[in-house]
């Protein structure tokens, strides 16, 4: 380990010698280049048998980029330059450079950004070229960038230094620039679909929309603790209230909660709510924006996660949380799972830890996060969930004992969560008083009371719908990624 920082430092003092001859003859830190253009740019023009620019030394390009790879063989050297869009491979003959141009070349290091103008030209192995006529170190890196053969491969190393992930893997460049497509293709559904994009606190006083723990903040003018939100929800609500009827926001929530495969205290969600419709449609808006995405930003219906093939272009599977944990828990009848006695005795013997809850549909709801939701694979959404773990949720009207409510999942992972709001003003009293009551009796999840939202909806909110989806997890599906920290740029470390 230490003969590798003594090779690092070395290397380090050799381009800082580098650095210092360009900053000598006033050729560091430059910024005065323009008409540039993208090595696929040069792709596609050279693909194109109009432009005539193959072997044609009159027309020539500018490449601006990182400089990734380098062969010096006497008067003949090649080397490879990489910009966003992608690389292509440079020509430097030492015979048509000054001995100034040449030495600039020879002292250049892999890792350098550089400026390359040349005209286009087939090696012997039809491979594109650029016919250097010029070039010049842009910015000096004064850091080797990892080995060539191994690139960047400590998975710790790559969370906490994304910047080098980036320029060393394609992998992790492709990751993430699909889930700026993902997330470009879910706000184009929204807006072709007259949603309006607004934008909500994301400090506030009272912390709602959500069961979590939430960071404390504090403002030293007016001397008030304040929190990080744990949903937009509430706000958006009162939007709807306003008067909006079609809204959506795409931004950051913070838990104070474990970090996990799953799990990162700042995640990215988007909510969005509609008048007049209610949790049936969120379900089909829901299967449509997806079906969109994944074709839109893959090209296909079918894609592949962790070798499992998931198939989004036919209809996604519908069921109740009890009808689910009688498919998936043969142990249990149609008789025990509305039986307090029965299935209490049953999480005791499969240790399911139903510490804390009292009720039957708290009890069924452990069952279900236990058994149930790490085998719900294909596309699927569960409902019907018990009213008491969805304070914010419209009752059921056949049935008081369930909320109109559902969950959507895919490989075992809570993707979105989404039901008909609860717009009667008394209900919702109650029903935060209840979870004022477990706060007080020291759950640090439990809503807070907000006396103001309350307020809000007793001038009248229409019939609503409305839900949640995980953006990071959306992502982790759709680019193979196991761990959300492979989809977060810069995921929360020790």
């Given at each position: 380990?230490?003969?590798?920082?003594?090779?690092?430092?070395?290397?380090?003092?050799?381009?800082?010698?580098?650095?210092?001859?360009?900053?000598?003859?006033?050729?560091?830190?430059?910024?005065?280049?323009?008409?540039?253009?993208?090595?696929?740019?040069?792709?596609?023009?050279?693909?194109?048998?109009?432009?005539?620019?193959?072997?044609?030394d009159s027309k020539k390009f500018i490449v601006m980029g990182r400089m990734m790879s380098k062969r010096i063989?006497?008067?003949?050297?090649?080397?490879?330059?990489?910009?966003?869009?992608?690389s292509i491979q440079f020509y430097i003959d030492k015979k048509i450079f000054s001995e100034d141009q040449f030495n600039i070349f020879k002292n250049s290091d892999i890792g350098d950004i550089i400026y390359v103008e040349g005209h286009i030209f087939k090696t012997k192995t039809e491979e594109l070229t650029i016919f250097a006529s010029d070039f010049n170190v842009v910015t000096k890196s004064l850091r080797p960038l990892p080995e060539k053969f191994h690139g960047?491969?400590?998975?710790?190393?790559?969370?906490?230094?994304?910047?080098?992930?980036?320029?060393?893997?394609?992998?992790?460049?492709?990751?993430?620039?699909?889930?700026?497509?993902?997330?470009?293709?879910?706000?184009?559904?929204?807006?072709?679909?007259?949603?309006?994009?607004?934008?909500?606190?994301?400090?506030?006083?009272?912390?709602?929309g959500a069961s979590a723990r939430p960071f404390v903040t504090h403002h030293n003018t007016l001397d008030i603790d304040l929190f990080m939100r744990i949903a937009p929800e509430l706000y958006l609500k009162r939007l709807i209230i306003g008067g909006f009827e079609k809204i959506y926001e795409i931004n950051r929530n913070f838990r104070n909660e474990g970090v996990s495969s799953k799990h990162n205290p700042e995640f990215t969600m988007i909510e969005f709510y509609q008048t007049y419709c209610n949790y049936n449609d969120m379900m089909n808006i829901t299967e449509d924006l997806l079906?969109?995405?994944?074709?839109?930003?893959?090209?296909?219906?079918?894609?592949?996660?962790?070798?499992?093939?998931?198939?989004?272009?036919?209809?996604?599977?519908?069921?109740t949380l009890k009808d689910s944990i009688l498919d998936y828990e043969p142990k249990l009848s149609k008789a025990d799972i509305d039986d307090s006695e029965k299935i209490t005795s049953y999480c005791k013997k499969e240790n399911i830890d139903i510490t804390g809850y009292s009720s039957l549909g708290e009890i069924q709801f452990a069952i279900f996060e236990k058994t149930v939701e790490p085998n719900l694979i294909e596309p699927t959404f569960i409902t019907e969930y018990p009213i008491e773990v969805s304070p914010l949720a419209r009752v059921n009207n056949e049935n008081s004992l369930i909320a109109d409510r559902f969950e959507f999942f895919i490989m075992g992972k809570e993707i979105a969560n989404g039901f008909?709001?609860?717009?009667?003003?008394?209900?919702?009293?109650?029903?935060?008083?209840?979870?004022?009551?477990?706060?007080?009796?020291?759950?640090?999840?439990?809503?807070?009371?907000?006396?103001?939202?309350?307020?809000?909806?007793?001038?009248?909110?229409?019939?609503?719908?409305?839900?949640?989806?995980g953006i990071d997890r959306l992502v982790m599906i759709l680019t193979d990624s196991p761990s959300i920290r492979d989809v977060l740029l810069f995921p929360l470390m020790r």
């Open positions: 380990m230490e003969d590798k920082k003594n090779d690092s430092h070395r290397l380090i003092l050799e381009r800082r010698k580098k650095l210092d001859i360009l900053k000598e003859s006033g050729n560091n830190y430059l910024n005065n280049f323009s008409g540039n253009i993208s090595c696929r740019e040069i792709k596609k023009i050279s693909e194109n048998e109009n432009e005539n620019v193959i072997g044609n063989m006497g008067r003949s050297s090649f080397a490879n330059i990489k910009d966003e869009s992608g960047l491969s400590d998975q710790e190393t790559k969370y906490r230094k994304r910047y080098l992930d980036l320029i060393c893997n394609k992998d992790s460049w492709d990751t993430f620039n699909d889930r700026f497509k993902i997330i470009k293709s879910v706000r184009n559904y929204f807006d072709n679909k007259g949603f309006i994009e607004v934008e909500t606190p994301m400090m506030q006083k009272i912390p709602g079906r969109h995405v994944v074709n839109d930003v893959k090209g296909t219906y079918l894609i592949n996660y962790q070798g499992q093939d998931l198939d989004f272009g036919k209809p996604f599977k519908r069921i008909s709001e609860l717009n009667d003003p008394d209900d919702q009293r109650k029903r935060f008083e209840n979870q004022a009551a477990l706060k007080e009796g020291g759950d640090d999840e439990a809503m807070y009371f907000d006396d103001d939202y309350i307020e809000a909806l007793e001038y009248g909110m229409p019939p609503t719908a409305g839900e949640g989806i």
